[in-house]
């Protein structure tokens, strides 16, 4: 007995030490592959050091207070997303906090309050993002909206502007509307000054895309092709794709001449083809929009994007619209609302109070 209980208190001085010289946070790792269920544990692991993968030896290291919940977690607890790191990590692309320490010279400093995307490491207390993906937080919006604002916001403006090229007095229709993308899509395209037709599956997801500001919500069980035709006046300009699956023909036909649709993603399960003679007979046009991988090397486009947001939110149009939240420790609760398709809004784990 002596000789073991000497040892456990070894050990536990030796955590001690540990821990005072690299101080330990509360995170989220998936561990393994088997879904939302099973594959996640609330551990305590050493903060990370101030250096992101992406500007290697450099880094904003964030206090973070909310953490931000997207479809890609959920794949990635499946090992269904492209992006695969080896087991265990810790998921969670984008964050919003109080920054601890950052690069000399960046746009922001310690103690400034950001919304940040990490790409991973965001379901924790403490996390990294290189500088040039790190925002002031407006004092409009708080940390959970934060939380939703990088990866949802800069993908609509990057998918409807930069890549629909959507402007003003245009018509979009918005697939998915009432999820993330859907209701940021609904709001930067009143950003722009265009009109919007939200397509949603229920009456409370209606609800959710009228608060985000939607003009017209047709209905994804119904004959929502030919209301768009109709509230458009023959065809809407812009078709905003992040479902795919069995609707994408329905999407090619409502559009009008000159119109695009941007693929955004697939969350209807299935990837769908275009049958290349209905693009040559409605003089339309398929476009993909892939944000991360696009901005990924580029600082200026980034800060760019940041801006044109930001300026959106301090017009009043951009407020990201905040579905369920959850502590930390109920990730894996988090997941499984997007997972089952209940999830409205951004979902958002509430990391540290305030
Ligand atoms: N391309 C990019 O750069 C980029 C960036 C960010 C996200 N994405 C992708 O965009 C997609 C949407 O992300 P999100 O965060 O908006 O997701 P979300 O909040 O879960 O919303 C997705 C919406 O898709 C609709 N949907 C239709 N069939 C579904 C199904 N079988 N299961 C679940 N949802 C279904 C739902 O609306 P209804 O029930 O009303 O139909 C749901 O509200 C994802 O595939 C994500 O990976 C792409």
């Not at 609800?207 to 458009?232: F, H, M, N, P, Y």
């Amino acid at each position: 007995m002596e000789p073991n209980r000497e040892r456990v208190t070894d050990d536990l001085v030796l955590r001690k030490l540990a821990s005072d010289i690299i101080p330990a946070m509360r995170a989220i790792q998936i561990v393994d592959l088997t879904g939302p269920d099973s594959a996640l544990a609330l551990v305590e692991l050493p903060e990370p050091e101030p250096a992101h993968m992406l500007t290697p030896g450099a880094g904003v290291l964030i206090d973070v207070h909310a953490a931000g919940v997207s479809f890609p977690e959920v794949l990635q607890t499946r090992g269904s997303y492209q992006l695969k790191p080896p087991l265990p990590f810790v998921p969670g692309s984008e964050v919003a906090g109080v920054v601890r320490s950052a690069p000399a010279g960046g746009q922001v400093k310690a103690g400034d309050r950001v919304a940040a995307f990490c790409g991973l490491g965001g379901f924790a207390e403490t996390a990294v993002a290189p500088e040039f993906f790190t925002f002031a937080l407006s004092p409009e919006l708080d940390f959970a909206q934060g939380a939703g604002l990088i990866l949802n916001y800069h993908t609509a403006y990057f998918a409807l502007v930069l890549r629909g090229r959507m402007k003003a007095g245009e018509t979009v229709l918005v697939h998915g509307a009432a999820g993330g993308v859907g209701t940021a899509a609904l709001q930067v395209a009143k950003g722009i000054g265009a009109r919007t037709i939200a397509v949603v599956s229920s009456n409370a997801k209606q609800r959710v895309a009228e608060q985000a500001g939607a003009d017209e919500v047709v209905r994804s069980d119904g004959a929502w092709k030919d209301e768009a035709k109709e509230l458009s006046g023959g065809g809407v300009d812009v078709v905003l794709d992040p479902v795919g699956g069995d609707r994408f023909t329905d999407s090619l036909r409502s559009l009008r001449e000159n119109g695009r649709l941007v693929v955004v993603g697939f969350t209807g399960g299935s990837i769908p083809e275009v049958r290349v003679n209905r693009l040559l007979l409605g003089n339309t046009e398929v476009v993909g929009a892939g944000w991360g991988g696009y901005v990924m090397g580029k600082p200026e486009l980034n800060r760019e994007i940041g801006a044109a947001v930001n300026s959106m939110v301090d017009e009043g149009v951009v407020r990201p619209i905040v579905g369920e939240r959850f502590p930390l420790e109920r990730a894996g609760e988090a997941l499984k609302a997007i997972d089952e398709r209940r999830a409205t809004g951004k979902v958002v784990l509430d990391v540290r109070a305030g």
